[in-house]
């Protein structure tokens, strides 16, 4: 399930396509799309530890 969340200022240098990982240990799950429109939608995620919890930000970037 996603659901659009509110839309969020980017700084001008800053990628705008990324996908945003919530990690536990070596276990991931996908909790934010940002497609480069300025809208980012968040993903429902399963439970996870909250120790040595981090994000981890794949940005897309456009080569021609």
């Known amino acids: 399930m996603t659901l659009p969340s509110a839309n969020h200022i980017q700084k001008s240098s800053e990628p705008r396509a990324s996908l ?3 990690c536990y ?3 991931c799950a ?3 799309v ?3 429109s300025g809208q980012t939608y968040e993903i429902s995620k399963p439970k996870m530890g909250k120790e040595d919890t ?3 930000v794949i940005r897309a970037v456009l080569a021609r």
């Open 25 to 27: 240990g070596t276990d």
């Open 30 to 32: 996908l909790v934010q």
């Open 34 to 36: 940002a497609p480069g």
């Open 54 to 56: 981090h994000l981890a």
């Open 20 to 22: 945003t990982f919530e």
